[in-house]
């Protein structure tokens, strides 16, 4: 089983629609100990091809490890959109609607897509399916909105070896969140997934903490296809990294920081998350 980087094993907590009790935390377990890292490598807002294992240097916990390139170029992507129909759904709905359309025509063949709505509840509209998705009715759900405990849900749910999980949140407020910071916190350390945040205006704190955690980032874009179009434009490229991580502490916290290594000082921009919890 594989851990952190952008694949670990979620704890569990607690979401509005989902009760405490029945969330019992799940501990990970290793049998290989390998630690398995998606990176993303950009240069001026364009991915970077062709890079090989010695171009990059990998700290784990600020101790350099030994890494394996097991992958380079095009990954799939299984994109999990998380769309605030309370909010943004009730301004214009048929214009909301036609974007996630647009989305879906977005992404490559062999990439995967799944969408779940929330305002007082979620709601799976549909769930992993290959593209293009016959898209449904727009939903009607209203009332005042919980996309903290949105996203919690769906960092919960595991990815699957050798495609790129990714969770795009588009958020229209704070909204009410029952979840708790720490949990949040505990949740985006372990998830298997990218979390992006589009949202107009400020993010609700614990959103911003989970992209950060993860190795995703916050958009501030009133444009929903135009932020999404950034983000896929990231994630046109990517390497998976692998490595057992050796002189450090087996449990705990394990910082992970990824850097590209140039002769000629050129300056990358390296996306991985930021680390994992090994129990």
Known sequence: MRIGAVTAIAVATVGLAVPVRSQAPQVFRSVTDAVV?????NRGGV?????????FQ????????AVELSSSGPIPLDVCLLLDTGTLGTRNPLR????VSTINSLLRSGDRLSLTTFASTSRDEFRLSSVPVNIPPHPTSTGLTVPVDALVQAMLRPGVPGRRHV???VAGGWGLDVSLPVRVRGVASRCDALVYVVVDGRANPSLVEAAKLTGGSVLNDRDLVAGVKRILQSLAGGYVLTYSATN????GWHEITVKVVSPGGAKYSVRARRGYVRE
Do not use: T
Not at 58 to 65: A, M, R, T
């Open 37 to 41: 890292v998606d990176v993303s490598v």
């Open 47 to 55: 991915p970077v091809s062709k890079l090989g294992v010695g171009d």
């Open 58 to 65: 990998l700290l784990d916990n600020g101790v350099p490890q």
């Open 96 to 99: 909301f609607w036609h974007d």
């Open 167 to 169: 969770i795009i949140e």
């Open 248 to 251: 450090v502490e087996r449990s």
